[in-house]
């Protein structure tokens, strides 16, 4: 039986990784981009996340992208599982002396176990979050809207909450700081000019981005308003 022209070779499968890999970096800019709106905890500062909540689930084209992002978190990660076994697979014999230091990083080594971490903390933060403002039932704000900045204020709360929401920031970091640059780098964009650039913004964003996002909680934990 022939193989899938989808996820036949590993080149093609880390074409995918990279592909997606590079959609949901631009997701975490736009979805950084909203919650950074929790910092206000003033009357007005709730009624606009709750609008922003709402437009955010019932704007048609937003609603069809959101598709699009479930099914390339769920490829992703099955794709990255697929490449981890198949590189297990072609060494199954680790090397009795590995020099991995002097080539890579170590978190580089370990992108499967830190995407599974990812990949638990998402359900999780749905489960949590996406599904209660869908079914859950929630109360309206005073504008008629979801409430769910209550919801999020009092998750955040709680210390052992906050705490596994910062350490889940620091295994995207260092996914990014791998996962940024070999997506280009998959697609065979490498250049000696603009390469170094490349790098530079992968660390960029792979600090910058989930250090705003820890921020989120351990501000409104300090700051409860």
């Given at each position: 039986m022939a193989r899938s022209a989808l996820l036949g070779s590993s080149l093609t499968k880390k074409y995918w990784m990279a592909l997606t890999g590079l959609f949901l970096c631009l997701f975490l800019v736009v979805h950084l981009a909203g919650n950074l709106q929790l910092l206000d905890a003033s009357p007005e500062g709730r009624l606009k996340f709750n609008a922003y909540a709402k437009f955010m689930t019932t704007f048609p084209l937003i609603k069809v992208v959101s598709y699009l992002l479930y099914f390339s978190i769920l490829f992703h990660a099955f794709d990255g599982i697929l490449l981890t076994m198949q590189n297990r697979k072609a060494r199954p014999v680790r090397y009795v002396k590995e020099r991995s230091s002097t080539n890579r990083t170590w978190y580089s080594g370990q992108m499967g176990l830190l995407g599974a971490l990812l990949l638990v903390f998402i359900v999780l933060h749905m489960k949590h979050f996406w599904y209660r403002m869908h079914w859950g039932g929630l109360?309206?704000?005073?504008?008629?809207?979801?409430?769910?900045?209550?919801?999020?204020?009092?998750?955040?709360?709680?210390?052992?909450?906050?705490?596994?929401?910062?350490?889940?920031?620091?295994?995207?970091?260092?996914?990014?700081?791998?996962?940024?640059?070999?997506?280009?780098?998959?697609?065979?964009?490498?250049?000696?000019?603009?390469?170094?650039?490349?790098?530079?913004?992968?660390?960029?964003?792979?600090?910058?981005v989930p250090v705003l996002f820890a921020l989120i909680p351990v501000w409104m934990f300090a700051f409860p308003g």
């Open positions: 109360p309206l704000d005073s504008a008629g809207n979801t409430d769910l900045f209550t919801v999020v204020a009092e998750a955040y709360r709680s210390p052992v909450y906050v705490l596994l929401y910062v350490l889940s920031m620091a295994v995207l970091a260092f996914h990014l700081l791998h996962g940024f640059q070999s997506a280009f780098q998959s697609l065979g964009l490498n250049h000696p000019r603009y390469t170094p650039v490349i790098r530079n913004v992968g660390v960029f964003f792979g600090v910058v």
